[in-house]
C-alpha cells in the first residue's frame, strides 16, 4: 500500500479486502458514535485515526490476520489494562482476530479513559 496523505482516510477502505473493510468501517462509526468525534478521519502514522475537539483520540487499521485499535498514548494501555475483557494488549495496541467484534463496553472503557488522559494533559 502507498504512504497515505492525511486527507485520505476514505481511500484507506478502498483499498483493504472487502470482509476487512466492512469490519474497520462498522468499528469506525461506533468509534465516532460513542466517543461524540468529529465524523471525518485523517491519517496519522498511517492510521485511520479519529478526532475529538480537534485532538486525535483513536486509531485502528487492518493486518493480516487480525485488526487493532492504537491508544496514540504509551501510558494509557496501562490504565485499562486490568478493565480489559476482550482483545490482545501490547503497549499500546489493542489487537483483535477478525471474528472478534469489539463490544461497546470495551469501547466505552477505551473512550472514557483517553478522555480523561485528554482532560488530564490539558490542565
Not at 468525534?37 to 485515526?49: C, D, F, H, K, R
Not at 485502528?60 to 498514548?73: E, G, R
Not at 482476530?97 to 461497546?104: L, N, Q, R, S
Request: hydrophobic share 45%.
Amino acid at each position: 500500500m502507498r504512504k497515505l496523505e492525511r486527507d485520505e482516510a476514505d481511500l484507506y477502505f478502498e483499498l483493504l479486502e472487502p470482509a476487512q473493510a466492512k469490519v474497520l468501517l462498522e468499528l469506525r462509526d461506533r468509534m465516532v458514535r460513542l466517543a461524540k468525534a468529529e465524523p471525518e478521519l485523517i491519517i496519522s502514522y498511517q492510521l485511520p485515526t479519529i478526532r475529538v475537539k480537534g485532538k486525535n483520540f483513536l486509531a485502528f487499521a487492518a493486518w493480516k490476520n487480525f485488526y487493532s485499535i492504537y491508544l496514540l498514548s504509551g501510558s494509557l494501555g496501562k490504565v485499562v489494562e486490568g478493565s480489559l475483557t476482550q482483545g490482545d494488549l501490547e503497549k499500546s495496541a489493542l489487537r483483535f482476530a477478525w471474528d472478534e467484534k469489539v463490544t461497546d463496553k470495551t469501547l466505552k472503557l477505551l473512550i472514557s479513559a483517553k478522555t480523561k488522559e485528554l482532560l488530564e494533559r490539558s490542565r
